[in-house]
């Protein structure tokens, strides 16, 4: 198993954290973020007081990006080459990614994914050459965001779920994308169709949840037949973590709500997957406890042996269409993004707990490997059991209780099995080179 990947990011105060008096209460050291707890009404010139209660959250990465004149500014390419590389590497080698941006309105969720004209996010830096989609999720209904949809009711489309490949959005677009420029008018025209309203925290709030997602499809050589490996990459730009907060939209009762109801399920899909991750890891051996002889009676196990809790990926359309991103197969990075004024202590302090907490996920990727090299790989392998066991036959030849029938079946049986992989591979090589 692996333990879902972590980076948090300080991003700079927004104007109106600094005309409400802001402080900066949060550093960076090396990996750890620290936060602490000042009165509002305290001394505004204090220094780092030991009084104040600090509370430290360590990551895999932590990133100061506050003042570019900083010596530990984090720029833009600096979370690529950390974050950004290790999802296209993981592509390449077979696994589906996702890569998740979380935290409150104005704190660098967008800027992190999507970036600015002038500096790029990971986005478009980690997308070309492949076949994508990129899909708003709002009020629990989903548009395609690069598709011209019916001004009116333009949230028609539908999540469903495939017995093999899980859950996709039926008559979602797929653009095949071979440059760079492409990649970045897409995003434009998609990022441009995004809803926007006015709020009380930030005057262009992301309201809704974008989902970028990335087919990436390589042709290889394995066993000297052309083979295939299918990655998916899902890039999401989650709504502002204010808004898993239920008395947040009082004014908007519907959209609150809806928007809510994918944040809040989130938190609870995340907290449920930790739990049972450490459930998992704690209680492997805990079934090999219940004494012997004493059958009568049913032993009831340890405390610690409770079963895993039922995980509710389909209770939001978010979860759903990331059920296998989370907890499942997938390798799964989150990137927590916060602001560092004394004003968004509460938000900033939830959204680090959220993080910690998914933390303790522990998915179990694997290689999405294509079905024939698969079949192949293991008739190869039976034909070498039998060819082992040919030998040994053959070695032992001499002893009268083997006749000579069942060397023949043998030797049969591994002709039968090198026939197949011949027929294997001739019809798939056909069909190969007629796509």
């Known amino acids: 198993g692996m333990l879902m990947g972590l980076g ?4 700079p105060m927004s104007c109106l954290e600094r005309a409400e008096g802001g402080r900066v209460i949060v550093e960076v050291d090396d990996k750890v973020a620290k936060v602490r707890n000042i009165k509002v009404d305290s001394r505004l010139d204090s220094s780092w007081d030991s009084r104040e209660k600090t509370v430290a959250f360590s990551f895999d990465y932590c990133y100061w990006s506050v003042d570019p004149e900083d010596p530990k500014y984090a720029s833009q390419e600096m979370v690529f080459q950390d974050l950004g590389t290790s999802v296209l590497s993981g592509a390449f080698r077979g696994y589906n990614i996702c890569l998740l941006a979380y935290g409150q309105t104005g704190s660098g969720k967008t800027y992190t994914m999507m970036g600015t004209p002038a500096s790029i996010g990971l986005t478009p830096r980690i997308s070309f050459l492949f076949l994508f989609s990129f899909l708003e999720i709002y009020n629990e209904r989903v548009r395609d965001l690069l598709k011209q949809s019916d001004q009116k009711k333009p949230y028609t489309l539908r999540v469903r779920e495939h017995p093999e490949t899980g859950p996709y959005v039926q008559g979602l677009t797929q653009h095949l994308v071979t440059d760079y420029k492409q990649v970045v008018k897409l995003l434009e025209e998609g990022i441009a169709k995004r809803i926007t309203a006015a709020t009380h925290i930030h005057n262009a709030s992301s309201r809704s949840h974008a989902i970028f997602t990335i087919h990436y499809t390589q042709a290889i050589l ?3 037949l052309p083979s295939e490996i299918a990655s998916k990459i899902n890039l999401v730009d989650l709504a502002g973590s204010e808004r898993a907060d239920p008395s947040y939209c009082k004014d908007r009762i519907t959209e609150g709500a809806n928007i809510n109801k994918s944040l809040v399920t989130l938190g609870i899909v995340i907290s449920t997957l930790a739990q049972n991750s450490q459930v998992f890891s704690s209680c492997q051996s805990i079934n090999t406890l219940t004494s012997e002889g004493e059958s009568s009676r049913v032993e009831s196990p340890p405390s610690g042996g409770r079963r895993p809790a039922y995980i509710p990926y389909r209770d939001s359309i978010l979860t759903w269409l990331l059920k296998d991103s989370l907890g499942g197969n997938s390798k799964t990075i ?22 910690a907490n998914a933390k303790n996920i522990i998915n179990k990727p694997r290689v999405n490997e294509d079905a024939n090299v698969k079949l192949i790989r293991e008739l190869r392998e039976e034909i070498d059991r039998l060819k082992t066991m040919l030998m040994s036959f053959e070695l032992r030849n001499s002893s009268p209780s083997w006749s000579d029938d069942k060397d023949g079946n043998l030797t049969e049986l591994v002709l039968q099995n090198e026939m197949k992989v011949c027929l294997i ?10 796509l």
Not at 8 to 11: D, M
């Open 425 to 434: 591979s001739f019809t798939w090589c056909c069909n190969y080179l007629s």
């Open 334 to 355: 989150m990137i927590a993004t916060i602001s560092p004024a004394s004003s968004s202590y509460n938000e900033t302090m939830s959204t680090l707990r959220y993080a």
């Open 8 to 11: 948090g990011r300080i991003e």
């Open 222 to 224: 394995e066993n000297n």
